[in-house]
């Protein structure tokens, strides 16, 4: 059996992407290791996305993979024999599901992230961006 390790932090968007991945692909017996990204980086964390320092990280089999699409890019190739396909075998599809992710990285998470964070009239704004 593969070692899967799921290197994450539970308010991770990113995270959860990539945990869903695993469970759609009946990969439960995969390891979680939680790890707070912003104020208590661990070591196995530093070595394994020493680039961005950042979760998720999905080590397979002791290699890293770092980037939530990537990491579900590469569940669903690896485990092709398992259902379901978690992209289209149509490139067409595949390119508007990558689409509609990254927009959602770079559009909603950040608008959402801002509702949560700040207060006050800051608040007010990062509503309006995120209903926008």
């Keep these: 059996m593969d070692e899967l390790v799921l290197l994450n932090f539970w308010p991770s968007f990113f995270g959860a992407r990539a945990k869903i ?58 485990w092709k024999d398992k259902s379901p396909n978690l992209l289209s075998d149509d490139p067409c599809k595949r390119a508007r599901a990558r689409f509609w992710a990254d927009y959602i990285d770079q559009k909603f998470i950040p608008a959402g992230s801002r509702v949560w964070r700040v207060k006050g009239e800051a608040q007010a704004v990062a509503k309006k961006e995120f209903i926008d």
């Design 21 to 78: 991945a695993l469970e759609e692909k009946g990969l439960t017996y995969y390891e979680r290791q939680e790890v707070d990204s912003y104020t208590a980086k661990s070591q196995l964390l530093l070595e394994m996305n020493p680039v961005h320092k950042k979760v998720p990280v999905l080590i397979h089999n002791g290699k890293p993979l770092c980037e939530s699409l990537l990491i579900v890019e590469y569940i669903d190739e690896v």
